[in-house]
């Protein structure tokens, strides 16, 4: 089991679960995101998210907005449940789970983790 993450003891963060800051979360972030296929759903379903909010603001059919929860944690929410078998960090962290979840997005589309 790896202990570490970008040199932080997840042990002790995983005992805590309290955070004073999004760079002490996303150690413990990334811990709850080791299966693949999970993360997999995330990067899909967030990039739907983007592709959705781009068109929505590009041609204006706000409308479709309501769907993006739908779209993003549904994804997000099917690989906790069925494949990590964890419950989200969402629940107790929701803005620092929302940036993890785009950082991860982010370092996966520019090449810095792996998909």
């Keep these: 089991i790896q ?3 970008h040199g932080v003891d997840i042990r002790f963060i995983m005992k805590s679960q309290v ?10 972030y990334l811990q709850e995101h080791k299966n693949r296929i999970n ?3 995330h ?5 739907f998210v983007v592709m959705l909010l ?3 603001l590009l041609t204006r059919t706000f409308g479709t907005l309501m769907y993006l929860p739908v779209i ?3 994804m ?6 069925f494949f990590e078998k964890n419950k ?3 629940f107790k962290h929701p803005i620092y789970s929302l940036r993890g979840d785009f950082r991860m997005w982010w370092e996966t589309m520019t090449g810095r983790r792996k998909f």
Excluded: E, K, M, Q
């Design 3 to 5: 202990r570490r993450v």
């Design 19 to 28: 955070f004073d800051s999004f760079d002490s979360f996303y150690p413990y």
């Design 39 to 41: 993360r997999r759903l």
């Design 43 to 47: 990067i899909v379903g967030t990039s």
């Design 54 to 56: 781009s068109y929505s």
């Design 72 to 74: 993003g944690y549904g």
């Design 76 to 81: 997000a929410w099917i690989g906790h449940f």
């Design 88 to 90: 989200p960090a969402t």
